[in-house]
């Protein structure tokens, strides 16, 4: 009897171990048989990268926090996770090399119509997108919108650099491939994959900056990741990807959408230089329920009266603006952003306004996704 010469110790059956038949009685299926077993096909993975932690570097194990971004390129971040074959046929791209706060809208477009074109190939099963965490929640919400394919995708980043001690990011990947390439991760939106949860990309945020468990979503997630297994525990009810209106391969530019943060003695300078600036919409990132300081109500009904979309959201982490509540919206013909943080509401009135919509289309808009 043949055996195989290289036995890798993870085809070790513990139960032949334990029962004391041990390694001579552990044989290949393939030798028992006389011929090869046909293996399913693998799946494929296309990871597109574009920088980020998880493709940083530090001067030791020890700098977790001090390093260099943007550093290591694909295929070296994949040549040293030779476990990702076990899951999928994955090969790389190196779309972007930079640090997420230096991501531009031409960015986004750029990424979201090579995500577009690849989710098109019949021989494209999944993708992952390396990113920086910084403004990875947005990319992730702008890809919910405008890809429409239900294949996964899975965007993913890392709190540490690679050559820090417990750096977090070879495991954020091997999930992020290992989701991107089941098959019941598909029609669930746009996901994230960091800390062994799995995210929506709508909801997940950026909460803490300093430690592994950073993202989360206030909805909880959709599931969990453990060893290469999925488990979901709901999925999401707000439209995206394959179900949405909007698409990628529509337009090649985004809207001019800004945001002004509200705090005590906030001047109307702000407001006032936006509505100057040429922006198709303004994001007020308010106090509590998205309040508007006095002297600010002039000021945004003044960019509303310019034809510029006035969006009530709010600086605070949790919860959702309610309409009507802090200020008269419907009198004053402005949007509620309804849970969307302030950056996320940038995303999707900037996509929304890609097709020239009114208030009323709009609000609906912020209802829907
Ligand atoms: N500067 C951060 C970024 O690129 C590093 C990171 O956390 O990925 O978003």
Not at 32 to 40: E, N
Not at 118 to 130: M, N, S, W
Request: hydrophobic share 45%.
């Amino acid at each position: 009897m043949q055996l195989p010469l290289q036995l890798p110790l993870q085809l070790l059956n513990p139960l032949k171990l334990v029962t004391g038949l041990g390694l001579a009685a552990f044989v290949s299926l393939s030798s028992l048989s006389g011929c090869a077993v046909a293996q399913p096909a693998k799946p494929t993975v296309v990871i597109l990268a574009t920088g980020g932690t998880i493709a940083g570097a530090g001067a030791s194990a020890v700098n977790s926090a001090t390093y260099a971004a943007a550093k290591v390129p694909v295929d070296k971040l994949l040549a040293g996770l030779p476990e990702l074959a076990s899951v999928a046929n994955v090969r790389g791209e190196q779309v972007f090399q930079i640090a997420s706060e230096s991501f531009t809208n031409d960015n986004l477009v750029k990424l979201g119509k090579r995500v577009s074109a690849l989710v098109k190939q019949p021989d494209v099963d999944g993708i992952v997108v390396t990113h920086g965490t910084d403004t990875l929640e947005e990319t992730a919400y702008f890809l919910n919108l405008v890809v429409r394919t239900s294949k996964p995708i899975v965007v993913v980043g890392s709190m540490r650099p690679g050559t820090a001690l417990s750096a977090d990011g070879a495991l954020n990947l091997f999930d992020a491939v290992s989701v991107a390439a089941s098959k019941d991760a598909g029609g669930k939106g746009v996901l994230v994959t960091m800390n062994d949860e799995i995210n929506s990309g709508r909801d997940v945020v950026k909460l803490v900056n300093i430690k592994t468990e950073a993202f989360k979503s206030q909805w909880g997630p959709l599931g969990m990741i453990v060893e290469g297994n999925n488990y979901w525990f709901r999925a999401p009810v707000k439209r995206h990807t394959a179900q949405s209106e909007f698409n990628i391969d529509d337009f090649d530019v985004l809207p001019a959408v800004e945001i002004v943060y509200g705090y005590g003695n906030m001047p109307r300078s702000a407001v006032d230089l936006f509505g100057n600036a040429g922006v198709k919409a303004l994001i007020h990132a308010g106090t509590g329920n998205g309040s508007v300081a006095d002297r600010n109500v002039a000021a945004l009904q003044e960019v509303r009266a310019k034809g510029i979309q006035v969006i009530r959201s709010s600086r605070v982490p949790a919860g959702f603006v309610l309409r009507n509540a802090e200020q008269p919206d419907d009198k004053y013909d402005w949007v509620v952003a309804h849970d969307l943080n302030p950056q996320k509401a940038r995303i999707l009135a900037a996509v929304a306004l890609t097709r020239g919509v009114d208030s009323k289309e709009l609000q609906r808009i912020f209802w829907q996704y």
